[in-house]
């Protein structure tokens, strides 16, 4: 099974920028698996964020961050990302990178993602 390791957090200050990375190992091909980033504050529900298909072709975002994020993904490196622009309070959270195999439909719920890293943390002050 593939492992997801997130990288790239911090404090930013509002308005500020950040790049977060996941690297994925072992589980075959990179390009097999329906990329996604999660997020997940203080007493609140895990929610989607972002998601790209296998090739990178499709993009789609969460309505609270639309415009302001962009993922991304390079098959060759095993890796995707995460830019975060115009970064406000509100996007203070545990961000969690997801995955899971095969193709399809968009994925926008945690329970259709099958492979998760450990979470790294995004502080924005205000």
């Known amino acids: 099974q593939v492992q997801l390791v997130e990288s790239g957090g911090g404090l930013v200050q509002a308005g500020g920028s950040l790049r977060l990375s996941c690297a994925a190992s072992?589980?075959?091909?990179?390009?097999?698996?329906?990329m996604g980033w999660f997020r997940q504050a203080p007493g609140k529900e895990r929610e989607f964020v972002a998601g790209?298909?296998?090739?990178?072709?499709?993009?789609y975002y969460a309505d609270s961050v639309k415009g302001r994020f962009t993922i991304s993904r390079d098959n060759a490196k095993n890796t995707a990302n995460l830019q975060m622009n115009s970064l406000k309070p509100e996007d203070t959270a545990v961000y969690y990178c997801a995955a899971v195999l095969g193709y399809g439909s968009r994925r926008y719920r945690v329970y259709e993602y099958d492979y998760w890293g450990q979470g790294t943390q995004v502080t924005v002050s205000s």
């Open positions: 072992g589980g075959g091909t990179f390009s097999t698996y329906t």
């Open positions: 790209i298909s296998r090739s990178g072709g499709d993009t």
